[in-house]
T-cell receptor, first 114, second 112 residues
Framework: DAGVTQSPTHLIKTRGQQVTLRCSPK?????VSWYQQALGQGPQFIFQ???????QRGNFPDRFSGHQFPNYSSELNVNALLLGDSALYLC?????????????FGPGTRLTVL | GEDVEQSLFLSVREGDSSVINCTYT??????LYWYKQEPGAGLQLLTY?????DMKQDQRLTVLLNKKDKHLSLRIADTQTGDSAIYFC????????????FGAGTRLAVHP
């Protein structure tokens, strides 16, 4: 049973560029959440997708957007990259309607903005 | 507000017990979690506790919850070098869904 997978593993971009990160949830899961983890800090919630819609969002600007596909996989898009967007981006999946279920994390995508 | 606090560093001798502490702010939190992160890796769920419980034991792990003081702890018995990692406490945030609010993490160093 495959766990949560993310691609790519590492990514290097320059300021002003756009980036797309991808996530496939654990088998049987239908909810995907994205988190940003800056160096030396805990993960910060970006947003959560369920039934192909964003249903909760953290304190992140509109430059951060996402999408969920019918097969429950998800993308995170970041436009107009800033140096401060350099971080580990973690995807987590869960099942059910999302209130009581537990989130399982992928290995993350390390984004470096130069 | 939403805030989870942890001490940043803990050093223990191999074979001893480790206790990692956490305080949280949202008294309505229904679930509290402990995750482990090894270098360069994602987060591994270790255990969780429901807010109507005071204690949960899972093999070498014991979680204690003091709701009055909003204090959560993770005890690792017989700590091994493989337990060296960063441990994150997280609470379920407000809003009706399972958004997680994490602390900054406690780095556990296990030495011989």
């Amino acid at each position: 049973d495959a766990g949560v997978t993310q691609s790519p593993t590492h990514l290097i971009k320059t300021r002003g560029q756009q980036v797309t990160l991808r996530c496939s949830p654990k088998s049987g899961h239908d909810t995907v959440s994205w988190y940003q983890q800056a160096l030396g800090q805990g993960p910060q919630f970006i947003f959560q997708y369920y039934e192909e819609e964003e249903r909760q969002r953290g304190n992140f600007p509109d430059r951060f957007s996402g999408h969920q596909f019918p097969n429950y996989s998800s993308e995170l898009n970041v436009n107009a990259l800033l140096l401060g967007d350099s971080a580990l981006y973690l995807c987590a999946s869960s099942s059910g309607q999302g209130y009581t279920d537990t989130q399982y994390f992928g290995p993350g995508t390390r984004l470096t903005v130069l | 507000g939403e805030d989870v606090e942890q001490s940043l560093f803990l050093s223990v001798r191999e074979g001893d017990s480790s206790v990692i502490n956490c305080t949280y702010t949202d008294s309505s939190s229904t679930y509290l979690y402990w995750y482990k992160q090894e270098p360069g890796a994602g987060l591994q769920l270790l255990t969780y506790i429901f807010s109507n419980m005071d204690m949960k034991q899972d093999q070498r792990l014991t979680v204690l919850l003091n709701k009055k003081d909003k204090h959560l702890s993770l005890r690792i018995a017989d700590t091994q070098t493989g337990d060296s990692a960063i441990y994150f406490c997280a609470e379920k945030g407000p809003g009706g869904y399972n958004k997680l609010i994490f602390g900054a993490g406690t780095r556990l160093a296990v030495h011989p």
